[in-house]
């Protein structure tokens, strides 16, 4: 495969000397969608475009304690290179870093000029396709919460919850945020230019919830990493931590990553709206609704991908632990939201805060077009509120299990690819190992003085 094309540096340099912008930060996601960079001088980006930036493959590969975990290509191969060349369509200063601007990176591996293996966006460009040929495109509206935490040298993790308010969900204002914290952020991520549109105070002390546009799914996942690192980004400038973590409290509920999706046909119509069809629902989206029931347990190793993630099911969390839909049902796994039209579409609710969100879209479109090709129906709708075993079958409850089920889902995996599939599991499988050997706090407070 030849070289990618070398894009005319000389016209992005000078628009960023007229904005008085003379480094780019050059971004792209992990295997677990932390953000990776490298800081250029403007005046190097035409070398970073033809050459690349050299970055070790195993950054996918490093936990976020910064081990190695061996996966293959990594410490086996020699920690071989890849290399990332900036994506300057999607140049944007940085509102608060005067003089950088950032952009997204390509990632290639230099031995086949093809896409890095691990490449989570690239994994996703991939799902697309599959759907092109199906004459589908996937279009994606996330949704993501996250607790804002404050310094606290007493608490033993070194943070506590900003805002203990309680009863505070669906709220803005200093009843809930006495720093303005939302309104800060949200006029920082305005100007990041990332397609933010609203947010508010979620149910717990200390949450919130920014929602994004709806738009083509790439793009859709691009905004969601881009978001995410500027949450956390802008929380640090003020001596604060911003964690999409799953649960990070035990007298708290979880932080969701609700994923709306449809699909335009090859007119740009709504695929999934059908005045005559079922619930008004097009059979193309009751295809897709099947398919996400039918490869969820898999699906659960992308949307929840950590230990702590599975600590967020329960039944009153309005965390969907069972494989079911409803009509304008929050309590159950897919929510199909009353609009109908152009607005038709699904709400994901599985995923938690700390999924990729490269690898969250991909697995659930992947999921939903395998639903389209075996042209099944879904059950019933659930009907009243959920979590009731008798109606439904169980999501896996922890991490092992559902990373046993993606390695199972042939189908699935065969759209994902063995490459990314053999290295997530391998990564994955190192993370549970860690954690069952490691001695928690729960362990010494429960036995250490008693046995």
């Known amino acids: 495969m030849s070289a990618p094309e070398t894009p005319d540096v000389r016209q992005y340099q000078e628009r960023l000397a007229a904005e008085g912008i003379d480094v780019v930060r050059v971004t792209y996601p992990d295997l677990i969608g932390t953000d990776r960079a490298r800081d250029v001088l403007v005046e190097q980006l035409q070398a970073a475009s033809e050459h690349g930036l050299a970055f070790c493959r195993a950054v996918y590969h490093t936990s976020p304690q910064g081990d190695v975990v061996p996966v293959t290509g990594g410490l086996d191969a020699g920690l071989p290179d890849i290399h990332v060349r900036p994506d300057l369509d999607t140049l944007v200063a940085l509102p608060w870093e005067p003089g950088v601007a950032a952009c997204l990176g390509e990632t290639t591996d230099p031995a086949t000029g093809s896409p890095a293996p691990e490449s989570p966006r690239d994994l996703l460009r991939s799902v697309l396709a599959r759907c092109a040929e199906q004459g589908l495109r996937p279009i994606a509206g996330p949704e993501l919460e996250y607790f804002l935490c404050d310094q606290d040298p007493a608490s033993p993790s070194g943070w506590r919850r900003y805002s203990e308010a309680a009863g505070?969900?669906?709220?803005?204002?200093?009843?809930?945020?006495?720093?303005?914290?939302?309104?800060?952020?949200?006029?920082?991520?305005?100007?990041?230019?990332?397609?933010?549109?609203?947010?508010n105070h979620e149910f717990d002390g200390g949450q919130f919830e920014i929602n994004l546009t709806h738009s083509e799914a790439l793009s859709a996942a691009d905004r969601s990493f881009r978001f995410k690192a500027a949450v956390k980004e802008l929380a640090r400038k003020e001596g604060r931590l911003a964690t999409f973590m799953a649960k990070p409290f035990n007298d708290a509920g979880g932080s969701g990553f609700h994923l709306?999706?449809?699909?335009?046909?090859?007119?740009?119509?709504?695929?999934?709206?059908?005045?005559?069809?079922?619930?008004?629902?097009?059979?193309?989206?009751?295809?897709?609704?099947?398919?996400?029931?039918?490869?969820?347990?898999?699906?659960?190793?992308?949307a929840n991908p950590t230990v702590n993630s599975y600590k967020r099911f329960g039944p009153d969390t309005l965390a969907p632990w069972l494989i079911d839909w409803g009509l304008d049902n929050r309590s159950a796994m897919v929510r199909i939201p009353p609009e109908r039209g152009s607005g038709a579409r699904l709400e994901l609710r599985l995923?938690?805060?700390?999924?990729?969100?490269?690898?969250?879209?991909?697995?659930?479109?992947?999921?939903?077009?395998?639903?389209?090709l075996a042209e099944e129906e879904p059950p019933a709708p659930l009907e009243g509120y959920g979590y009731d075993t008798a109606r439904a079958a169980v999501l896996p409850m922890s991490l092992p299990a559902a990373l046993d089920a993606l390695e199972a889902d042939t189908a699935l995996t065969e759209v994902l690819g063995k490459d990314f599939t053999t290295s997530y599991l391998s990564y994955k499988r190192n993370e549970v190992e860690r954690f069952q050997r490691h001695v928690t706090d729960w362990e010494f407070t429960e036995y250490a003085y008693h046995l």
């Open 168 to 199: 505070v969900v669906y709220t803005a204002g200093l009843r809930a945020d006495p720093d303005n914290h939302l309104l800060r952020t949200l006029r920082g991520l305005r100007d990041l230019r990332i397609g933010v549109t609203n947010g």
């Open 260 to 302: 709306h999706l449809s699909c335009d046909d090859e007119q740009g119509r709504n695929s999934f709206d059908d005045p005559t069809g079922a619930y008004g629902l097009s059979a193309t989206a009751r295809h897709a609704i099947a398919g996400i029931l039918a490869h969820a347990p898999a699906l659960a190793a992308l």
């Open 351 to 372: 995923g938690d805060a700390s999924a990729n969100p490269y690898l969250l879209i991909a697995g659930t479109i992947a999921a939903a077009l395998l639903g389209v």
